[in-house]
């Protein structure tokens, strides 16, 4: 299961939308067996204490049944939300793994092999520049962040998937009309810094199988919220998230959604879920590997 951009604390009647949310997970896992939970970042949405509390407590009663959590910072985790350009940000990345210890986050990117499968999952956090750095590296990559990408792509023959908050340029776009949705400009996406950019090292592996991302809030229906990407080496999926709350009057993603990626041989399957409604919604998209 995918899940990004809780926000908690973040707005009003946020708490509800999103405890609405997590019981529509624990009925589903009554029927489904999930193998892992994802979590794609701005779980909290200004890095306080009380927010971090809240969402231990949402966590706890999130029904696992065993599996593991994989979970990264978003911008959200890192810097208060209202924050504009100067603004320092009240945490690193190896700061929020450490005070994400107990669910099982171990640095600030860290493995997670699935058990009684053949994938693994890379946790990859932004690059851990020091406390009132420069906004943009909130969503920056550099060359230490890659090459750690390259060397856990390259020690295993595991099919594997990348979690990271933001999505790669030139995948999701914004869904006409409406405000919010995803937005095209490269500033909300992963932004590298050193020599290299992080499409360039997705290209160079054959077993990743996909880029798993939130941040924009994406509409379930937005154009490439699921994209087939071709590279020399093979292909994989670019898959946005959207979010478990309904933003303000003047934003728009529709319901309270998540979705469920289903990993065959030969495919990756990505159905959304709005949690508000109980019910999937279409299409079903379908990336060939």
């Known amino acids: 299961m995918l899940m990004s951009d809780i926000h908690m604390g973040g707005y009003p009647n946020q708490a509800h939308q999103s405890y609405k949310a997590r019981d529509d997970l624990n009925r589903m896992t009554r029927r489904l067996t999930v193998d892992a939970w994802l979590l794609a970042g701005d779980q909290t949405n200004d890095a306080t204490p009380a927010q971090q509390a809240e969402l231990d407590t949402w966590l706890a009663g999130l029904n696992r049944n065993g599996a593991p959590l994989a979970m990264v910072p978003g911008n959200h985790d890192l810097i208060a939300s209202g924050a504009g350009g100067g603004v ?61 990408c ?42 590298s ?23 924009l809030h994406s509409h379930y229906d937005a154009p490439d919220i699921v994209k087939r990407n071709v590279t020399p080496s093979g292909a994989y999926a670019t898959v946005a998230l959207g979010s478990p709350l309904v933003l303000p009057i003047g934003y728009a993603t529709p319901g309270i959604t998540s979705a469920m990626m289903t990993v065959y041989g030969d495919r990756v399957e990505v159905r959304y879920r709005d949690h508000g409604a109980g019910q999937w919604l279409n299409p079903w998209y379908t990336v060939t590997l």
């Open 88 to 148: 320092p940000d009240v945490q690193t990345p190896t700061q929020w793994a450490a005070n994400n210890a107990q669910h099982g986050v171990t640095g600030k990117h860290y493995v997670v092999d699935v058990p009684d499968s053949d994938l693994r999952i890379l946790c990859v956090s932004p690059m851990d520049s020091p406390v009132g750095s420069p906004p943009p590296n909130r969503l920056s990559v550099d060359d230490a962040v890659l090459d750690w």
């Open 150 to 191: 390259d060397a856990r792509l390259s020690e295993t023959t595991r099919r594997c998937i990348i979690l990271h908050h933001a999505p790669l340029p030139d995948t999701v776009l914004a869904k006409p009309g409406v405000p919010y949705t995803s937005v095209s400009s490269s500033t909300w996406r992963v932004f």
């Open 193 to 215: 810094l050193g020599s290299r950019t992080a499409a360039d090292m997705c290209a160079g592996h054959p077993n990743l199988i996909a880029w798993v991302s939130g941040h």
